[in-house]
C-alpha cells in the first residue's frame, strides 16, 4: 500500500511510500491517505511524511495522469484532481492539527499538500516549488487561496509567476516553515504528541475559528454564533477546572476532552 499508517497514542502518522515514483501521488494514494483522515477523526494530531529523505511529495505522478482515458485533455477523465482537492479539503476540516514533516523535495502538488497542514516541520535539505507554468498546469484557485494565507501576495507571485524553487532558508522567511530539524519526521511527532497533550477542546475550537476567519475574512452572525457555543463549552469544561488545577499545583494537567 502506497500510505503506511499507524496510530501511536492519541497521534497518527501516515507515510507516503512511493519512493520508486519520489513519492509522487496519484488519485488511488490520495483517496487512501484521506480515508485514513476520515476513519480517525478523534485522534489530537496527525503527522504526514514520507518514506525516505529525498523526496517529501514529488507531486502529482504525470505518468499516471497521462495513462488515464482523456486525463490529460480538456474534458477528458482526469481522476487525480478530484480525488486531490478532496484530501487537501479532508485535511483542512479534520477536526485537529494536521503536521507536515519534510525531508526532501515538495513540488507541485507536494507543495501544495504541505500548504494545506496546519503546521510544517522541514528538514535542511527541504525544497519548495511549484512548477505549474513549466508544465503548462494551472492550480486551482482554492489551493492559490491557500498558499497566499501561508505565504503573502508577493511570495505567491514569485512561486507562481517564476516556477522558481525555494531552499529551506527562503521558505521560513516567507512562513512556510515552523519549525527545523535535521530528522523532520521525528521533530514532527515530537511535536504532535505535544499538541495531543494539550486541551482538545482548545486545540479543536482554535483551529475551527481559524478556519472560519480564513475561509470568509470575516466572522457572520452564523459564524460567530457557533464560535460561541464552543467558547461556553470550553469554559464549562472538566479540562479548563483540571488546566488550573494543573497550574496552581504546579503539575502537568491530564486533559480528557470534556
Same mark, same amino acid.
Given at each position: 500500500?502506497?500510505?503506511?499508517?499507524?496510530? $501511536?497514542?492519541?497521534?497518527?502518522?501516515?507515510?507516503?511510500?512511493?519512493?520508486?515514483?519520489?513519492?509522487?501521488?496519484?488519485?488511488? +494514494?490520495?483517496?487512501?491517505?484521506?480515508?485514513?483522515?476520515?476513519?480517525?477523526?478523534? #485522534?489530537?494530531?496527525?503527522?504526514? &511524511?514520507?518514506?525516505?529523505?529525498?523526496?517529501?511529495?514529488?507531486?502529482?505522478?504525470?505518468?499516471?495522469?497521462?495513462?488515464?482515458?482523456?486525463?490529460?485533455? *480538456?474534458? &477528458?477523465?482526469?481522476?487525480?484532481?478530484?480525488?486531490?482537492?478532496? #484530501?487537501?479539503? /479532508?485535511?483542512?476540516?479534520?477536526?485537529? *492539527?494536521?503536521?507536515?514533516?519534510?525531508?526532501?523535495?515538495?513540488?507541485?502538488?507536494?507543495? $501544495?499538500?504541505?500548504?494545506?497542514?496546519?503546521?510544517?516541520?522541514?528538514?535542511?535539505?527541504?525544497?519548495?516549488?511549484?512548477?505549474?507554468? =513549466?508544465? &503548462? @498546469?494551472?492550480?486551482?484557485?482554492?489551493?492559490? $487561496? =491557500?498558499?497566499?494565507?501561508? @505565504?503573502?501576495?508577493?511570495?505567491?507571485?514569485?512561486?507562481?509567476?517564476?516556477?522558481?524553487? #525555494?531552499?529551506?532558508?527562503?521558505?521560513?522567511?516567507?512562513?512556510?516553515? $515552523?519549525? =527545523?530539524?535535521?530528522?523532520?519526521?521525528?521533530?514532527?511527532?515530537?511535536?504532535?504528541?505535544?499538541?495531543?497533550? #494539550?486541551?482538545? +477542546?482548545?486545540?479543536?475550537?482554535?483551529?475551527?475559528?481559524?478556519?472560519?476567519? /480564513?475561509?470568509t475574512n470575516q466572522l457572520d452572525p452564523q459564524a460567530i454564533a457557533a464560535l460561541k457555543e464552543r467558547e461556553t463549552e470550553a469554559f464549562s469544561s472538566e479540562d479548563l477546572r483540571e488546566g488550573l488545577a494543573a497550574f496552581s499545583e504546579k503539575r502537568v494537567p491530564k486533559f480528557r476532552g470534556f
Amino acid at each position: 500500500m502506497p500510505i503506511l499508517w499507524k496510530t $501511536q497514542g492519541s497521534i497518527g502518522v501516515a507515510l507516503i511510500d512511493r519512493p520508486e515514483r519520489r513519492n509522487a501521488l496519484d488519485a488511488a +494514494l490520495c483517496d487512501e491517505l484521506r480515508d485514513c483522515l476520515i476513519k480517525n477523526p478523534d #485522534l489530537g494530531a496527525v503527522v504526514i &511524511g514520507s518514506t525516505g529523505d529525498r523526496s517529501f511529495c514529488a507531486g502529482a505522478d504525470l505518468g499516471q495522469r497521462s495513462q488515464d482515458v482523456g486525463g490529460l485533455e *480538456p474534458g &477528458g477523465g482526469d481522476t487525480f484532481r478530484p480525488a486531490f482537492e478532496a #484530501l487537501l479539503d /479532508e485535511i483542512v476540516t479534520y477536526p485537529t *492539527p494536521v503536521i507536515a514533516a519534510i525531508n526532501g523535495t515538495a513540488l507541485g502538488a507536494g507543495m $501544495q499538500l504541505a500548504v494545506a497542514c496546519d503546521l510544517r516541520v522541514v528538514s535542511d535539505n527541504a525544497v519548495f516549488g511549484i512548477p505549474a507554468a =513549466r508544465l &503548462g @498546469v494551472v492550480i486551482s484557485a482554492a489551493n492559490t $487561496q =491557500r498558499l497566499m494565507r501561508v @505565504v503573502g501576495s508577493a511570495a505567491t507571485r514569485d512561486i507562481l509567476l517564476t516556477a522558481r524553487t #525555494l531552499n529551506i532558508d527562503e521558505a521560513e522567511r516567507c512562513g512556510l516553515v $515552523q519549525r =527545523r530539524a535535521s530528522n523532520a519526521l521525528e521533530a514532527a511527532t515530537a511535536l504532535a504528541i505535544e499538541v495531543s497533550a #494539550l486541551a482538545p +477542546l482548545s486545540v479543536r475550537s482554535n483551529k475551527y475559528a481559524i478556519g472560519i476567519i /480564513e475561509s470568509t475574512n470575516q466572522l457572520d452572525p452564523q459564524a460567530i454564533a457557533a464560535l460561541k457555543e464552543r467558547e461556553t463549552e470550553a469554559f464549562s469544561s472538566e479540562d479548563l477546572r483540571e488546566g488550573l488545577a494543573a497550574f496552581s499545583e504546579k503539575r502537568v494537567p491530564k486533559f480528557r476532552g470534556f
